[in-house]
């Protein structure tokens, strides 16, 4: 068994069509939309993923319908999320929650230790020399280690990273799709999803949460105790309620909603 199996990435058969899946209307919504993986595709590496021709489009005509009450979901930071969609002008939750866009401003949603990312690069660069099929991926508040181009060094890459982030007090390990990452303790999609919930203009409104991964579980199972909607994108396990086979079920979906 792959080392993603293990961690409950690993898409079982598709999923028949959510004929149960029925979103409230746009004035009373709230919409949060994960990045990678659920508005668009998963690619061999971060930098290759194709942003869909109707994304862009999709996202405004959301902000309008919605007056606003749009949050791009992210493990990118916010830079990384505003390169390939410089268009998009609302809320961001990134970094798992580590970083923060509203009204415009991007700030870091905590204090956490630079001196000791800054150490967790370093240390995690120098390893991912020894297996040039390693990708680091560095962010202002943590690391990734990609596997996917080495998908049988996948139990290498978690000990590796499990045995770093335990080392490293304040942080932990987060699994991700063939990638572990060491983030700030204090972070969630959850934590960051409640804290925007409670600022204008979202507050009051019912919560739509679309995910793909496991770290947008917390996310999805926070959504709906909130009495929001809850979607899971591909076909792995979930706490989530509703389920959509893939990226562009999605955005035909929101395409159909905002019309
Ligand atoms: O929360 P998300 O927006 O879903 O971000 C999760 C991670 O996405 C990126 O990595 C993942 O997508 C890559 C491109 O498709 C893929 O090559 C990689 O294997 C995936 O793990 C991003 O690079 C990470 O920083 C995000 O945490």
């Keep these: 068994m792959l080392y993603y199996q293990m961690t409950g990435f690993m898409e079982g058969d ?8 029925r979103l409230p209307a746009p004035e009373d919504a709230a919409l949060f939309l994960d990045f990678d993986g659920t508005l668009l595709d998963i690619a061999a590496t971060p930098d290759e993923i194709i942003v869909p021709e109707d994304l862009p489009a999709l996202l405004t005509r959301a902000m309008d319908r919605l007056d606003g009450r749009v949050a791009l979901v992210t493990g990118r930071n916010v830079a990384g999320l505003e390169h390939f969609l ?10 798992h929650g580590a970083e923060l866009r509203v009204d415009g401003k991007t700030f870091q949603a905590g204090d956490y230790d630079t001196d000791t990312i800054a150490g967790l690069q370093r240390v ?3 390893f991912a020399k ?14 990734v280690l990609h596997y996917r ?12 990273m499990d045995s770093l982030a335990q080392a490293a007090p304040g ?11 060491i983030k700030p303790d204090s972070v969630a999609k959850d934590l960051a999803l409640a804290d925007m919930m409670a600022r204008a203009p979202f507050k009051g409104k019912l919560p739509i949460y679309a995910g793909d991964d496991l770290t947008d579980e917390p996310a999805l199972s926070w959504a709906d105790a909130a009495g929001g909607v809850a979607i899971k994108v591909g076909g ?9 086979a893939d990226p562009t079920a999605l955005r035909a979906l929101l395409a159909r909603w905002l019309a």
């Excluded at 410089?86 to 970094?95: K, Y």
């Excluded at 942080?171 to 990452?181: G, I, M, S, T, W």
């Design 14 to 21: 598709r999923p028949e069509p959510d004929y149960a899946l």
């Design 86 to 95: 410089p268009s998009f002008d609302g809320a961001v939750i990134a970094a």
């Design 124 to 126: 995690v660069a120098e």
């Design 130 to 143: 020894l297996q040039p099929a390693f990708l680091v991926e560095n962010k202002p508040t943590g690391v």
């Design 149 to 160: 181009q080495a998908q049988e060094q996948g139990a290498l890459a978690l000990h590796f």
């Design 171 to 181: 942080f932990r390990l987060q699994p991700a799709l063939c990638a572990y990452e």
């Design 236 to 244: 792995a396990d979930t706490v989530a309620p509703h389920w959509l």
